[in-house]
């Protein structure tokens, strides 16, 4: 059975940073597109970074750039994201998500832009204080 769990959600305040983990399980992660979403109450979902972890290409959201960073550890089958500088309206749950399908070569744009992923985990809340 294939799993994504999401951790490391929290409440912190303007300015804080956090770091997201989401570990994978049942299947193996290593030459696939990878993404972390969000959705805030009343708002869709949007899409806030993604990494094709064939090669550790990212890419982000303009809304994120600069302050987060996706990262991974293939060897533990997890995927990182490192939130810096945060902001009130980065408040949401945050879901982790992956593409089934490996590819032989991709990049983050590419996997950024890819509306079929498979697996989703639970979310995690953030919720950040002014």
């Known amino acids: 059975q294939v799993q994504l769990v999401e951790s490391g959600g929290g409440s912190v305040q303007a300015g804080g940073s956090l770091r997201l983990s989401c570990a994978a399980s049942?299947?193996?992660?290593?030459?696939?597109?990878m993404g972390w979403f969000r959705q805030a109450p009343g708002k869709e979902r949007e899409k806030v970074a993604a990494i094709w972890t064939g090669g550790g290409s990212t890419y982000y959201a303009d809304s994120v750039k600069g302050r987060f960073t996706i990262s991974q550890d293939n060897a533990k089958n997890t995927v990182y994201l490192q939130m810096n500088s945060l902001k009130p309206e980065d408040t949401a749950i945050y879901y982790c998500?992956?593409?089934?399908?490996?590819?032989?070569?991709?990049?983050?744009?590419?996997?950024?832009?890819?509306?079929?992923?498979?697996?989703w985990g639970q979310g995690t809340q953030v919720t950040v204080s002014s």
């Open positions: 998500a992956a593409e089934r399908s490996p590819r032989e070569w991709s990049t983050g744009g590419y996997c950024y832009r890819r509306t079929s992923y498979n697996d």
């Open positions: 049942g299947y193996t992660y290593s030459s696939n597109c």
